[in-house]
């Protein structure tokens, strides 16, 4: 009589690693298309086609490119806010000094990934006929709500005055996100074309994001909040 033979095992384990290797290649993928094509200017079929995927199986993964969007802006909002948190838990001394590194920690994430951060804080959402799955359980993450439960701190501490206080915050918030896109622009000239020049003088993207600090840390310390 013959034996039967054993069925191989396969490691379960393997498969929902293979599935996450995908979404997160799905979603690298699509943050680049975004950026290159904004909200509008490419398919999820487009984006199955970088990847070499069927349209059917990139649909497994988001239902729409809302939902990619979404999903997009969830993975790299989680990152920034373990970030800031990081920042905020760790911070010693005034609310002014944790201002500023705030604002150095906005520049610094956006330099490493500016397409990171261009999904985050540029790039609106696609419009979209239905509520996807993604979107049912979506709560925005919104930076300067985050930041008034720090002035709210600040005032009852007695550092800043509430008048007026949100309104400057986000003159601030502006100034940063005017910087994080001047300093993107300078490195991409440092790296395929030209530095900017002012006759015989040369901006660098450090030199700019020095000179850029200094300048909230002087609104800081003149006490514009």
Same mark, same amino acid.
């Given at each position: 009589?013959?034996?039967?033979?054993?069925?191989?095992?396969?490691?379960?384990?393997?498969?929902?690693?293979?599935?996450?290797?995908?979404?997160?290649?799905?979603?690298?993928?699509?943050?680049?298309?975004?950026?290159?094509?904004?909200?509008?200017?490419?398919?999820?079929?487009?984006?199955?086609?970088?990847?070499?995927?069927?349209?059917?199986?990139?649909?497994?993964?988001?239902?729409?490119?809302?939902?990619?969007w979404i999903a997009i802006r969830t993975?790299?909002?989680?990152?920034?806010?373990?970030?800031?948190?990081?920042?905020?838990?760790?911070?010693?001394?005034?609310?002014?000094?944790?201002?500023?590194?705030?604002?150095?920690?906005?520049?610094?994430?956006?330099?490493?990934?500016?397409?990171?951060?261009?999904?985050?804080?540029?790039?609106? %959402?696609?419009?979209?006929?239905?509520?996807?799955?993604? !979107?049912?359980?979506? $709560? +925005?993450?919104?930076?300067?709500? =985050? *930041?008034?439960?720090i002035v709210e701190k600040a005032v009852?501490?007695?550092?800043?005055?509430?008048?007026?206080?949100?309104?400057?915050?986000f003159y601030i918030y502006g100034v940063?996100?005017?910087? %994080?896109?001047?300093?993107?622009?300078?490195?991409?000239? !440092?790296?395929?074309? $030209? +530095?900017?020049?002012?006759?015989? =003088? *040369?901006?660098?993207?450090?030199?700019?994001?020095?000179?850029?600090?200094?300048?909230?840390?002087?609104?800081?310390?003149?006490?514009?909040?």
């Amino acid at each position: 009589m013959e034996k039967s033979k054993k069925k191989k095992i396969i490691p379960r384990a393997r498969a929902p690693k293979k599935k996450a290797e995908q979404f997160n290649r799905i979603l690298e993928t699509g943050k680049e298309l975004f950026v290159k094509y904004g909200s509008h200017g490419f398919s999820l079929r487009a984006l199955a086609k970088r990847l070499n995927m069927s349209q059917t199986n990139v649909y497994n993964y988001v239902q729409s490119k809302r939902e990619l969007w979404i999903a997009i802006r969830t993975k790299y909002y989680g990152e920034f806010q373990d970030g800031l948190n990081r920042l905020i838990d760790d911070h010693q001394g005034s609310y002014t000094d944790l201002f500023f590194k705030m604002a150095e920690f906005f520049l610094e994430f956006a330099s490493v990934d500016f397409n990171r951060f261009a999904m985050m804080f540029l790039i609106s %959402a696609p419009p979209s006929k239905k509520i996807g799955p993604l !979107e049912k359980n979506y $709560e +925005p993450f919104q930076i300067m709500k =985050y *930041i008034s439960v720090i002035v709210e701190k600040a005032v009852i501490a007695k550092e800043i005055t509430k008048t007026e206080a949100i309104e400057r915050l986000f003159y601030i918030y502006g100034v940063l996100l005017g910087a %994080a896109k001047v300093e993107a622009d300078l490195k991409l000239r !440092e790296n395929i074309t $030209e +530095p900017i020049k002012l006759e015989s =003088y *040369i901006l660098s993207a450090k030199e700019y994001r020095k000179f850029a600090l200094e300048q909230i840390r002087d609104l800081l310390n003149k006490n514009i909040l």
